[in-house]
């Protein structure tokens, strides 16, 4: 995973419960009253601000101190948010008892207004019965599964300037793309929706704007198989100027395994080919303007076998 640092003036807002502000959002329900329904409390309201779909604040289970929000039934529980721009890190803990019904939502909203116009982007289905986690699009391959009975956490990097988004749940990255389909570059609700679905509680909720120091998705992709033709390709870090790359037979990457250096763009072309059949390693490290060095994760792909070129693979 690509390495992130949040920014020093929302680490001075660190321990607040219930802030939101342009800059960050954090809520961990210690503030209210337990048993009590949280619409109207902390801006927290029911879907389209009709109370009964709001939602009770919970001591039977939580990740940090005695309480969570409950979500569960008829429970449509929305929290307005005012971003537009940036880069976000979403955090939320969630934790679903195991024996419970039905197919619960975690979603957000690009567009929200109470009876108003409203555009989703995320929207999560937890089936409370099999296990199944079910994302709305973007979803990368291989089944992702709830672990019940224990706080884990679902995690979003929300890229609004580029309208991208990568979705992790319990630190497995299980779905990334488009942020939102009409570029409106907000994020503008949370909404925790029961949908007559058993219980479901969430803790420790935060918004945090954040940067990325890091190379991340690497072409060939990490564990690519079939590769013939040796064009690099990645995404720089936020803070990049220049970019060496190293590319190896060995994940203990050297100086001596250096290939290109100080490049000025994200692209490397290694004009003297590579083995067939073969396992290569490869790592990106960014370097900001006044010379800080980011070494990058290291990332493997495996050569086409002899005779096998890009043409021939696509007509298989």
Not at 49 to 60: L, Q, Y
Not at 72 to 79: F, P, Q
Request: glycine share 12%; proline share 4%; hydrophobic share 40%.
């Amino acid at each position: 995973m690509r390495r992130l640092k949040l920014l020093p003036a929302v680490l001075m807002l660190a321990g607040l419960s219930g802030l939101a502000s342009g800059n960050v959002f954090r809520d961990d329900f210690e503030s209210y009253a337990a048993g009590r329904a949280l619409h109207g409390q902390g801006g927290w309201k029911g879907w389209d601000n009709v109370a009964g779909a709001g939602a009770v604040i919970s001591t039977k289970f939580a990740r940090s101190g005695t309480k969570s929000v409950e979500i569960l039934g008829t429970t449509d529980l929305v929290r307005e948010l005012t971003f537009a721009g940036g880069k976000w890190a979403l955090s939320v803990w969630q934790y679903i008892p195991s024996g419970g019904t039905g197919v619960s939502y975690f979603i957000l909203l690009n567009t929200y207004a109470d009876r108003g116009p409203k555009d989703w982007s995320i929207q999560t289905q937890y089936n409370l019965e099999t296990g199944a986690i079910t994302c709305w699009q973007g979803a990368l391959p291989g089944a992702a599964e709830i672990v019940f009975d224990r706080w884990v956490e679902i995690r979003l990097l929300i890229d609004l300037n580029k309208d991208t988004f990568e979705e992790f749940y319990n630190g497995r990255r299980i779905a990334a793309g488009r942020w939102d389909d009409h570029s409106h570059g907000t994020l503008q609700a949370l909404d925790l929706f029961g949908n007559d679905a058993s219980s479901v509680y969430y803790d420790d909720i935060k918004i945090e704007a954040y940067r990325t120091d890091k190379a991340g998705n690497p072409q060939p992709a990490h564990g690519a198989a079939g590769v013939a033709t040796p064009v690099f390709k990645w995404t720089p870090g936020d803070t990049a100027l220049f970019h060496d790359v190293y590319l190896g037979t060995s994940p203990a990457l050297t100086a001596a395994d250096k290939v290109a250096s100080r490049l000025s763009y994200p692209l490397y072309y290694h004009i003297a080919g590579l083995e067939p059949d073969a396992v290569y390693y490869w790592r990106v490290d960014e370097i900001e303007p006044m010379g800080e060095i980011h070494a990058g994760d290291v990332w493997t792909f495996t050569t086409a076998p002899i005779g096998v070129d890009e043409g021939e693979k696509k007509a298989k």
